[in-house]
């Protein structure tokens, strides 16, 4: 079965600083993985996935993730962060007979001025 | 441009009362899915559908029922079942590789 497990449920950064965000993973199949992002009241938009192939994954905003099958890792980053970004970020994973996609218990990122 | 649509934004229901959530796709995809988002819970999948006419119970299908006539649309019973049903509920739909949302409804229990 699989499950993701998003170790800091608040991260607080100053603008302009990085920005990393946690994201362990079990799986007994490869994964797919994701980061979503959620703005309050709205849906899920996807930040960037990792399907096959390389393992540095570039999204949309300046955020990148990396697969790192050795520490069933996937951890999100941003060099430098902006107010914008302020927002609640998932982590999940896909895989299985049913792919059926799970969430993370989702991290809350505040930007301080 | 194809999306999922979910209807009403906001909903209220009294105790006791069943209350419907609609949800609907344009894109073509097999598989729709319905989520309950609450604080610090991240997303729990109550039901999901690969095909019409067919679905399989989530995490959370206590107290929810669903049905898949139409591939474009899978709506969402919360019964009176359903001890807490006050949450925010996210319908979507993956496609290879990728998952759209709806803009989700906030539903609260007076």
């Known amino acids: 079965a699989q499950s993701v497990t998003q170790l800091g449920s608040h991260v607080s950064v100053s603008e302009g600083a990085l920005v990393l965000l946690r994201c362990n993973y079990s799986s007994s199949v490869p994964p797919y993985l994701f980061w979503y992002v959620q703005y309050p009241n709205q849906g899920l938009q996807l930040l960037l996935k990792?399907?096959?192939?390389?393992?540095l994954v570039k999204g949309i905003n300046g955020f990148e993730a990396e697969f790192k099958k050795s520490e069933t890792s996937f951890h999100l980053t941003k060099p430098s962060a902006h107010m914008s970004d302020a927002a609640e970020y998932f982590c999940a994973v896909e895989g299985g007979a049913t792919n059926k996609l799970i969430f993370g218990t989702g991290t809350l990122l505040a930007v301080q001025p | 441009d194809g999306g999922i649509t979910q209807s009403p934004k906001y909903l209220f229901r009294k105790e006791g009362q069943n209350v419907t959530l609609s949800c609907e796709q344009n894109l073509n995809h097999d598989a729709m899915y319905w989520y309950r988002q609450d604080p610090g819970q991240g997303l729990r999948l109550i039901y999901y559908?690969?095909?019409?006419?067919?679905?399989q119970k989530g995490d959370i299908a206590e107290g929810y029922s669903v049905s898949r006539e139409k591939k474009e649309s899978f709506p969402l019973t919360v019964t009176s079942a359903q001890k807490n049903p006050t949450a925010f509920y996210l319908c979507a739909s993956p496609s290879w590789a990728e998952a759209f949302f709806g803009q989700g409804t906030r539903l609260t229990v007076v």
């Open positions: 990792y399907t096959t192939g390389a393992t």
């Open positions: 559908s690969q095909i019409v006419n067919d679905f």
